[in-house]
């Protein structure tokens, strides 16, 4: 049967609350051209006349954009199921990350364990930790989510705890232009785990003093046979982790210089 838009209304409680426009209008161009080849499922006619949609906003909006004044629909006497929608819109495009994390929190505050909300969404335990985490990620990584740089929940996860201890190496990761994986995260995590303090050597402060020295003409000699021609095929997070334990060791040193007194520097 076809119904009139008019008398139909979206779920309040539908899980994809995101519409890109380049999405919306694509599946109007479509629309146009072939029609709407699945019908919308529904359910009954409310007080006022009206069909709330249960699967089908995407298409409902898409067929207002093409200017259709009546759909197809099919009306089924359906309990409010949000797994089933969820299961639907997975099958069909795809809920975001971020959708599909606000949908778990949703579940969770309506008293679902993650036991339950694991089993009927077909992931494990740690997926849906890492969805979860999606909502409570430092501004600069929501961010990166929400722009589309990084939409792996489990790499966000990684990144989210790797910010706590080393803000400064994800804030250089997320300036640079290199691709955000688990690897990458893996590497700059590495790379600061080497640079933690260690026990030091206990030598005459002249000999520590031209070790060092001779250490940084050793660093310098290196440095100056990475021309900015060859670093574009160095991998950008191995840059950015030399960097950050350069960085680190500098830190380090000046933190010991500070705490020396005046007199203990003049000797």
Not at 41 to 50: E, I, L, M, N, Q
Not at 102 to 107: G, H, K, S
Not at 109 to 114: E, I, L, Q, T, V
Not at 118 to 136: F, P, Y
Request: proline share 7%; aromatic share 2%; net charge neutral.
């Amino acid at each position: 049967m076809f119904v009139a838009v008019s008398r139909l209304y979206e779920d309040a409680n539908n899980p994809r609350t995101e519409f890109p426009e380049d999405s919306l209008e694509e599946l109007a161009a479509d629309i146009q051209q072939r029609g709407i080849l699945q019908p919308l499922v529904v359910h009954p006619t409310d007080g006022d006349g009206r069909h709330r949609v249960h699967f089908g906003a995407k298409r409902l909006r898409a067929a207002i954009r093409a200017g259709l004044h009546e759909v197809p629909v099919v009306v089924r006497d359906l309990p409010a199921d949000r797994y089933a929608q969820v299961a639907e819109n997975q099958k069909r495009h795809g809920l975001t990350p971020l959708e599909l994390a606000r949908f778990i929190r949703a579940q969770v505050d309506a008293g679902d364990s993650n036991a339950t909300i694991a089993r009927q969404l077909g992931m494990n335990l740690t997926a849906v930790a890492h969805h979860l985490s999606l909502l409570d990620l430092p501004p600069v990584l929501d961010e990166a989510l929400k722009s589309g740089r990084c939409t792996s929940p489990r790499t966000l996860h990684e990144l989210s705890k790797l910010h706590a201890d080393k803000p400064g190496q994800v804030h250089a990761l997320l300036a640079s232009e290199a691709e955000i994986t688990r690897a990458t995260v893996s590497a700059i995590r590495s790379a600061a785990d080497d640079t933690a303090p260690t026990q030091p050597v206990v030598s005459p402060p002249a000999k520590c003093l031209t070790q060092a020295n001779a250490a940084c003409d050793r660093l310098e000699r290196a440095l100056s046979h990475i021309k900015p021609p060859d670093a574009s095929s160095i991998a950008a997070p191995e840059l950015i982790a030399l960097r950050s334990r350069v960085e680190a060791i500098s830190n380090r040193w000046l933190q010991g210089s500070d705490r020396q007194t005046p007199s203990q520097a003049e000797r």
